[in-house]
DNA sequence: CACTTTCATTTTGTCGATAATTCATGCGAT
DNA sequence: ATCGCATGAATTATCGACAAAATGAAAGTG
């Protein structure tokens, strides 16, 4: 999440993982190459072999297969009989499959909270729109303010909007959607230039949600990340 | 699939598993796991020691391992800390929980489905929907029926009817909660002679999915899914 | 030129050692 | 006398090194 865009591939330079507090080498291995994955310093395709893995990340090959088993299952890495692990490739069709269940799921999550938000989510979703609309402002203004910071927000909003949607499960799938979009979002560098009117579009979404208008904030949703979509595939 | 609830727990019957062709001793170990979790066999929240493992299914610690992370992945084993690896717990709110995310995603599948869904997948419903009522009522009628007969024929047409939706992942997430519920369903044994109408259920989401009547279609899903829920909930 | 056989690389599985955690036991305090 | 706490031993998970199986390619032969 912290970088964008680092050396890419080939970037064998050692960057040993923390053991960390309370936590297994397993689950650490897990979170480094997932971030590593997202954030495209391990390309597309790019075949995993556990040595390699084993000197990037200081890690042994045990915590490194369990891991990777792991991202296997979430969809990050393809794992095919006795041929090793690669990173998940990217493709367009992928990328519009994507896109429908992405849509599908937030629709659902957005419908349900806001048919069950209670004084506490909306005052989340308020909080939230104001602070995104502040980084839209100044994302629109200097051009090229930390872009770190504005992700959050947006990240923070979106969720927020869901957030009372009651269901565990829907937010954890979402996730795991979000987590793969992000991937394409990090691959093309025209999204982040792309003059589309942000202010308003968030705008509008909070002001639907807020006025509990499922309708409309469902609508709005599906063409936001339609557009996003559309945007990253012409690029 | 096959047992429906074979001597639940302590059977510390050695049950060896066949490496099978071209498939890994992981993947191997992973569906055996998974089928004797989903059966039931192996309670939740029994804790699930690689020793005991090794021994029930004739495997080495390695695979095992990696096998119960994938596992923990997809949400049917729990691993905490250094403190090894359990099976899922069940509980209502979970349940609940589920309900909310199945109906969101079955409805929005089944509309895309309907929309999308060309002659050949009209074809694969209808004939689907026979075989259902065939066995719907053979089981009404013997009471007894090859209960996995039913259940096979049920999925059928449950996936039948999603089938043209579009997006692979929608229906990989649709996969996952099936998983899950299926668990709570084997659980109970309230559902089996339940004597609710599924000739007529059944047939009448058929009927609006071959009308293309998306509005109706996802109305009955959903009041499906839940009369399902309060059932297993109320037994 | 095609097919087979062999060899090297890579992946997978087994084993033993280390480190963490849990349970039981004993001591001290209330 | 009982409850709480600390200590120690046993159990258990995690990790890294070694060995076996399988895959892919190259070379040799019909």
Same mark, same amino acid.
């Not at 330079?13 to 309370?22: D, E, K, N, Q």
């Not at 990340?57 to 090793?84: D, I, M």
């Not at 957005?110 to 909080?127: C, K, M």
């Not at 691959?187 to 230039?193: G, H, N, P």
């Given at each position: =999440?912290?970088?964008?865009?680092?050396?890419?591939?080939?970037?064998?330079?050692?960057?040993?993982?923390?053991?960390?507090?309370?936590?297994?080498?397993?689950?650490?291995?897990?979170?480094?190459?997932?971030?590593?994955?997202? @954030?495209? %310093?391990? /390309?597309?395709?790019?075949?995993?072999?556990?040595?390699?893995?084993?000197?990037?990340?200081?890690?042994?090959?045990?915590?490194?297969?369990?891991?990777?088993?792991?991202?296997?299952?979430?969809?990050?890495?393809? %794992?095919?009989?006795?041929?090793?692990?690669?990173?998940?490739?990217?493709? =367009?069709?992928?990328?519009?499959?994507?896109?429908?269940?992405?849509?599908?799921?937030?629709?659902?999550?957005?419908?349900?909270?806001?048919?069950?938000?209670?004084?506490?989510?909306?005052?989340?979703?308020?909080?939230?729109?104001?602070?995104?609309?502040?980084?839209?402002?100044?994302?629109?203004?200097?051009?090229?303010?930390? $872009? @770190?910071?504005?992700?959050?927000?947006?990240?923070?909003?979106?969720?927020?909007?869901?957030?009372?949607?009651?269901?565990?499960? $829907?937010?954890?799938?979402?996730?795991?959607?979000?987590?793969?979009?992000?991937?394409?979002?990090?691959?093309?560098?025209?999204?982040?230039? /792309?003059?589309?009117?942000?202010?308003?579009?968030?705008?509008?979404?909070?002001?639907?949600? $807020?006025?509990?208008?499922?309708?409309?904030?469902?609508?709005?949703?599906?063409?936001?990340?339609?557009?996003?979509?559309?945007?990253?595939?012409?690029?």
């Amino acid at each position: =999440m912290e970088q964008i865009s680092p050396p890419l591939t080939s970037d064998d330079s050692a960057r040993p993982i923390s053991p960390a507090p309370g936590e297994t080498l397993t689950e650490a291995a897990y979170f480094a190459i997932r971030r590593d994955i997202i @954030s495209g %310093a391990l /390309a597309p395709e790019e075949r995993l072999r556990i040595e390699r893995l084993s000197r990037l990340y200081g890690v042994g090959p045990t915590p490194l297969r369990e891991a990777l088993q792991r991202l296997c299952a979430a969809g990050l890495v393809h %794992a095919s009989g006795n041929k090793g692990f690669a990173v998940a490739p990217l493709s =367009m069709d992928e990328f519009t499959d994507l896109t429908i269940a992405r849509v599908a799921i937030e629709e659902q999550a957005l419908r349900l909270s806001i048919e069950h938000g209670d004084d506490a989510w909306e005052s989340q979703v308020a909080a939230t729109a104001y602070q995104l609309n502040k980084k839209d402002v100044a994302l629109i203004a200097s051009g090229e303010v930390a $872009l @770190s910071d504005w992700e959050a927000a947006n990240s923070a909003f979106h969720a927020a909007t869901v957030a009372a949607c009651g269901s565990r499960w $829907l937010l954890t799938l979402r996730g795991r959607l979000n987590e793969q979009v992000e991937r394409y979002r990090l691959a093309s560098v025209a999204l982040r230039r /792309a003059d589309r009117d942000l202010v308003h579009e968030h705008a509008d979404i909070a002001t639907a949600v $807020l006025n509990r208008d499922a309708d409309r904030a469902s609508a709005l949703i599906a063409q936001h990340f339609r557009k996003t979509a559309t945007l990253l595939a012409g690029a």
